[in-house]
């Protein structure tokens, strides 16, 4: 008997037709489904309810009181602004009144504000522009929380409000 002469059964053939195609799908098919994550976005932050600005004795009526004549002795709270520039940096910071143009100076300028036992803050509000980067608010709030109070207690009453 004479055998049958096979072809070579080592060899396999792949289909690469079908295989590129298949490639292509996938990557198309990633292409399309991929999100950029944003540089910088917008971050839910949890912070401290803001505290009143002025105390309120029990049973005071709402309303102007006309016999105070002096309404800053019932101020506890010290106003800080900051203004964002249009790339999102710190353009202008401001204590009260007092201008500062940068957060060393604005440490110093709190130190002596807070550090006098006559003045008599005791909490702090951070007016903030909504432009303003996370990066730059996060070093005025921490320039906030490392000062003293005169009687030695770290400050802990910080509130964010938005700058109107």
Known sequence: ?????????????LNLAAMLDMAFQLLTFFILTFKVAPIEGQVLLR?????????????QAAGPD?????????????????V???DGGLRQMA?????????????????TILGDPGVGFDQVIVQVDS?????EL?????????????????LSKLSLVPLT
């Open 1 to 13: 008997m004479r055998r049958k002469k096979r072809r070579n059964q080592g060899e396999v053939e």
């Open 47 to 59: 912070m401290p309810q803001a505290q009143p600005v002025t105390s309120v004795n029990a049973g």
């Open 66 to 82: 006309q016999n105070n004549r002096n309404h800053a002795t019932d101020l506890h709270t010290l106003v800080i602004t900051a």
């Open 84 to 86: 964002a520039s249009p």
């Open 95 to 111: 204590v009260g009144d007092i201008t500062m143009g940068s957060v060393p100076a604005l440490e110093r300028k709190l130190a």
């Open 131 to 135: 432009r303003l980067r996370y990066e």
């Open 138 to 154: 996060m070093l005025i709030i921490d320039a906030c929380t490392r000062q003293k109070l005169p009687n030695g207690e770290v």
